[in-house]
């Protein structure tokens, strides 16, 4: 599928692309948007920790990939893009941490099992909701990827192209033009009122989701303490030795 180009006036000023930025960002709270990245902070104290994430997200995807592949609803056969797929890369990262037989070894957490019933469950009864999943889920991987694969890469001392591969979109050069022409086919899409509404409902109850997987990570406030202080140490170290 082809994304248009960036045009002057950003479709995020408008439609469904202006109601979900606006309707999910309202409705969060600060506690809420605290513990996302207190949350993702605790993720990357540990590789166990991580691995965990990474797991959780692993069978996330797998519904989700899932249900959009069995899927017939127009919203979700026109916002489903190949470069945003993130499955197989899952599947790199779940071996590397796990080993090859992880399908046999590695089962869904409470949290993961939530999430994923409500994925199956909307697939079934509601499919244009997936529409929420994936903008939750597929433009904020995009949108903080590479910073946050960055992040976990130095404070788990990981080397490049290993353990990360989620983070990583390497069939998307240009993803401000991408996400602006996700953002134009989203506003183009044949909804009623009622259902744009419903999505940004679901958009705020991912949210939620992902939270909840936070909150089953390993560690507490002082091992995110000690990320946080060793990710701004190794920040200033680079500083420096890039003024030498």
Same mark, same amino acid.
């Given at each position: ?35 996302? &990245? ?21 069978? &996330? ?184």
């Amino acid at each position: 599928m082809e994304i248009s180009t960036v045009q002057k006036t950003s479709a995020r000023s408008e439609g469904l692309a202006l109601a979900l930025d606006d309707g999910t960002r309202k409705s969060h709270s600060v506690a809420e948007n605290t513990q996302f &990245v207190t949350g993702f902070f605790k993720g990357i104290s540990t590789k166990s920790s991580f691995s965990q994430l990474v797991a959780s997200l692993y069978f &996330v995807y797998d519904a989700m990939e899932t249900a959009f592949d069995t899927a017939s609803d127009p919203s979700v056969k026109a916002l489903d893009f190949p470069e945003l797929r993130r499955l197989e890369t899952l599947e790199q990262d779940m071996v590397y941490y796990f080993g090859a037989d992880f399908k046999a070894t590695v089962q869904p957490s409470s949290a993961t099992k939530q999430y994923v019933d409500r994925i199956k469950e909307i697939s079934q009864t509601s499919p244009h909701l997936l529409v929420a999943h994936m903008y939750t889920r597929y433009l904020g991987d995009l949108f903080g990827g590479q910073m946050m694969g960055g992040m976990a890469r130095t404070s788990l001392k990981l080397q490049p192209g290993f353990g990360t591969r989620f983070y990583e979109f390497d069939d998307i050069k240009n993803t401000k033009a991408f996400i602006e022409g996700w953002y134009t086919k989203l506003n183009q899409l044949e909804l009623t009122e009622a259902q744009e509404q419903a999505i940004v409902d679901e958009g705020n109850l991912v949210f939620t989701y992902n939270i909840d997987l936070f909150n089953e990570l390993e560690g507490g406030k002082r091992m995110v303490f000690k990320t946080v202080f060793k990710l701004f140490k190794d920040a200033l170290k680079s500083k420096f030795r890039g003024k030498k």
